[in-house]
Structure formats: C-alpha cells, structure tokens
C-alpha cells in the first residue's frame, strides 16, 4: 500500500488537474499551499483557513519548529496536527532551505549542516537523519528529504558538487525514513482505507539555472525513488527567465503519475505559468507577507493599500473577489487600518491575499478540466496587464 495516491483528472496541454490522496484527506490539484512557518500560517485563524478559504494543506516549516518550541513539546502534544488544531494535510520542509538562507552562519560537511541557531545563538547541526526524525515527530502527511540548495549564481562546478551531494542526502533520507515509519516514530500515523496511513516523502530536483545538471538530478532523484518530485532552488534571486527555462525544460519531464511541486514559487502570474508547464503543487510567503506590509494581490494587479489615491475610495480591493473581507469592507477602510497601525489591517489583508491564491488555483482547475486553460492563463495575464502597480 502506498503512503499517497495521485489520480490524474485532464490535460490541456501540459497544465494538470487530478486528486492527491493523503491519509487525512484530498486535495485537487493544481493546489497553492499557504505558509505556516512555525505552526501558524501569519495572521490568520485555522477556522478561515478551513471554512472560509476551504485550503486542502497548508506547510509547516521544520527548522523553525525544531528549534522553537522544540520536538519534545510537539512529541507531547502528539504530533503537529494536534499541537495546532488542523487536522487537514500537512506538508513539512526539510529545514534545508533555511539553514541555507542563513548564508555565512551554517557549515556544510558530508554529515550534514552546522549552523548557529537565530532563536539563541546555540550551535546545532542538521542531517538527513535529524530531519526525517524531526519530520516524523511532527508527525506531517508529507516529508521533504533533506537537500542542499545551491546560490542561484553558483558555477557549474558548484553546483555540480552540491547536487552530487543532494543526490546522497536523499537516498539516506529515504533509509532513515523507511527505519522510522517501520520504527512506528510518526506521530501522525493514521490508517485510511487502501493507503499504508504512513508518511509520504518527495525527492527534490536541484541544479540551480544549469539545465544539463538539472536533468542530471531529475535522473539520480527519479532513480532512488519518492512519493512526489519536487523542483527545488528556485525563486532564490535569479532571473525570472531562467527559473521557467527550468520549469519548462524539468516539469515535463518529472514522472507523469507523481504529484510534481515547485517550491517557493511565486506571485499569481508564476503560478499560471508554472501550471501550463505541467506543476501541481505550490508553497510562497508572498500572499502572507505582502498582506502585513500593505500589498494586495488583485484579478489587475498589485495594489498597495498606503497609497494616498484609496484615502476616499469606497470599492472593495478587488471588485471581482468575492471574500469576506471584499464583500464587507472598503480600500478606504483598509488604508485607515493601515496607517493607523491596527492589526486588523494585516489579518484582513492577509485573508483576501490568500483568497486570491485559492480562487486562482480553483479558476485554473475548472478551466482544464473543461479545456479552456489557453483562454483562461491569457485572460488572467491580460487583466493583470491591465491595471498592475
Ligand atoms: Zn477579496
């Protein structure tokens, strides 16, 4: 039995829609994930996120949840479903990518990464093993291996050595994992009809901007064998033209009957483009941390709600959004919120970004699996066009 099932739906082209089946639940896919770093997704409440938005799974980021509050509360708590509330799929990272992003704090052996934590400065260190034992504490219907991601400007030579690297952090991923679930360590083991109620664990695709290294890691990671692929090092400063010459050249050929995930990515647009180049699966803090500092994403554009032009304006932030914050409340009455410094301004923008996501996505599903994704991707584009900041 497996850990998850993915039924493909239609495909228009190369844009996907199907069904991913975890143990607590389905999602249809394409799929934007919201953001939970530290077991909150910012500034808004599990009861939206479900009622509301109606997101299928939400992210919750390993590194964070390790070091604060720690594996030993989590544990006690009985894993994260629990510790937080949502009893709806999780995926977790593997702690990779931030330790990363820490840049001249972390030390990178063939053991694993020392780095220096942010939260008290104690020196830890993180390996393949560490995190899957992490993951399966937090107990997270889908596990990220443990990776290496490479600056997006690094040379051949670098990133070579880096995903060689990966490919060998990945395969003793797999072998710590397959121990722990045998081991019965996953806190979040549920057993659901026709799937094993373990773990699922995807593999990720590195190679920076190098397409011949790129497909490179595609064949050792296919090779070793995962649940779901996931294209990796992305969205980390490089040009937008070369993260979809990657997706171009990587998602098509990414296994055909395996959810496929491009992490980190992006803003509206991205998620369009990604779709029509064969991605299921989204991550991005974007409609989160755009909505605390003001940003909003609309069906024309960015709008920034500081701007001095919305001081009388009474229309909501997107007249062809249909949230709750849309249908009740006024650019007018979200800049005053704003400017004044009240929380209620971040929450409700928050909410509305994300609702934007959502619609998107589901916009995207119901125009390929009635074949109308050409015409629905160009008129998206265009609005965005139309009136962008
Ligand atoms: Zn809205």
New binding site residues.
């Given amino acids: 039995m497996e850990p998850l099932r993915f039924k493909l739906d239609s495909q228009d082209g190369e844009a996907r829609a199907g069904i991913i089946t975890t143990r607590r639940g389905q999602i249809e896919t394409p799929v934007f994930m919201p953001v939970g770093t530290a077991g909150t997704v910012k500034g808004i409440r599990f009861e939206a996120l479900e009622s509301d938005l109606d997101a299928k799974i939400i992210l919750g980021n390993t590194y964070h949840l390790w070091l604060r509050p720690g594996i030993d509360v989590i544990k006690s708590a009985g894993g994260l479903h629990r510790f937080i509330g949502w009893n709806r799929p999780l995926l977790t990272d593997s702690g990779g990518f931030q330790v990363f992003s820490l840049g001249a704090l972390r030390k990178i052996s063939e053991e694993g990464t020392e780095f220096r934590s942010h939260v008290d400065g104690s020196l830890r260190f993180l390996s393949p093993e560490v995190s899957m034992e992490v993951q399966a504490s937090l107990g997270s219907d889908i596990v990220m291996v443990f990776d290496e991601c490479a600056p997006g400007e690094a040379s051949h030579e670098e990133t070579e050595r880096s995903l060689n690297l990966t490919a060998r952090w990945a395969q003793r991923s797999k072998i710590a994992f397959e121990r722990l679930q045998t081991g019965g360590a996953d806190t979040g083991r549920l057993e659901v009809e026709g799937l094993s109620g373990t773990q699922a664990l995807f593999g990720i695709i590195q190679g920076a901007g190098h397409l011949d290294l790129r497909q490179s890691s595609l064949e050792q990671t296919v090779n070793i064998g995962f649940d779901g692929y996931a294209i990796g090092g992305l969205s980390v400063g490089e040009e937008k033209s070369l993260m979809f010459e990657v997706v171009d050249e990587i998602a098509p050929r990414m296994p055909k009957d395996c959810p496929r995930y491009l992490m980190g990515v992006g803003t509206p647009e991205d998620l369009v483009e990604a779709v029509a180049r064969g991605v299921d699966m989204f991550d991005c803090v974007l409609p989160t941390r755009n909505g605390r500092t003001g940003q909003a994403f609309t069906s024309t554009g960015k709008l920034n709600i500081k701007n001095a032009q919305w001081t009388n304006d009474s229309r ?3 007249e062809s ?1 249909r ?1 709750s ?2 249908r009740r409340h006024s650019r007018a009455y979200l800049r005053h919120l704003y400017m004044s410094g009240e929380m209620l301004a971040s929450i409700l923008l928050t909410h ?1 970004n994300l ?2 996501f959502l619609d998107t996505m589901r916009g995207v599903r119901q125009s390929i699996r009635s074949g109308d994704f050409p015409k629905f991707r160009r008129e998206f584009t265009g609005r965005l066009d139309a009136n962008g900041e």
């Fill in positions: 909501p932030l997107d959004c949230c914050v849309c509305h609702a934007f």
